[in-house]
C-alpha cells in the first residue's frame, strides 16, 4: 500500500467519524426552587444558527422531564417573537418526558421558560435542538446560566 493511498483511506475514516449523529443538547438537574413559591419560573436562552451544509436553523425543538416525584405539573414554553409552544410533563418522578414541542424562528435567540402549578423545589432536564427544515440538527447554543433562577 502506497503513502498517497494509506493517507485517502486515513481522511476518510476521519470524515466518517465526523459524520456521527448528532445529538441534541440536555440542561439536567436543574431546580426550580421552594422559597419562590408557585410562581418560580426559570428562564433559559438558546441561539439557533446557520450552518455551511445544512443552511439556516428553521426551528427550536425541544422538552421537559419532570425527576421530582407528586402532583405538581411541570411546564415548558418556548418562546421566539410573537411564536410561542408549551409542553407538560403530566407525570413527576418517572423517566417519560413531555412530547417534543418546537417553535419556528428560524435563526436567532429562542426563550425557554420552566413553571409549576404548586410551591415545591421540582428537578428537572430540558432536551433541545435546532433543526433546518428538512430536521437535521443545526448549531445549538447550550446556555451555561439561566436569565432567571427561581
Known amino acids: ?21 448528532v445529538s441534541a443538547h440536555t440542561l439536567s438537574n436543574k431546580t426550580l426552587r421552594v422559597g419562590f413559591g408557585a ?52 407525570k413527576g418522578g418517572d423517566t417519560t418526558p413531555s412530547p417534543f414541542v418546537e417553535v419556528a424562528g428560524g435563526n436567532g435567540v429562542y426563550t425557554m421558560l420552566v413553571n409549576h402549578t404548586q410551591s415545591g423545589n421540582k428537578v428537572y432536564n430540558i432536551e433541545f435542538h435546532c433543526e433546518n427544515a428538512g430536521g437535521d440538527h443545526t448549531p445549538t447554543t447550550t446556555p451555561t446560566l439561566p436569565v432567571q433562577d427561581n
Open 1 to 21: 500500500m502506497n503513502l498517497k493511498h494509506l493517507l485517502k483511506t486515513a481522511l476518510a475514516l476521519a470524515v466518517a467519524g465526523f459524520v456521527l449523529p
Open 39 to 90: 410562581q418560580a419560573t426559570d428562564v433559559w436562552q438558546v441561539t439557533c444558527s446557520n450552518d455551511a451544509v445544512l443552511g439556516n436553523s428553521h426551528n427550536l425543538a425541544a422538552q421537559i422531564l419532570d425527576k421530582s416525584p407528586g402532583t405538581n405539573l411541570l411546564s415548558l414554553i418556548i418562546v421566539k417573537g410573537t411564536a410561542a409552544a408549551t409542553t407538560v410533563d403530566s
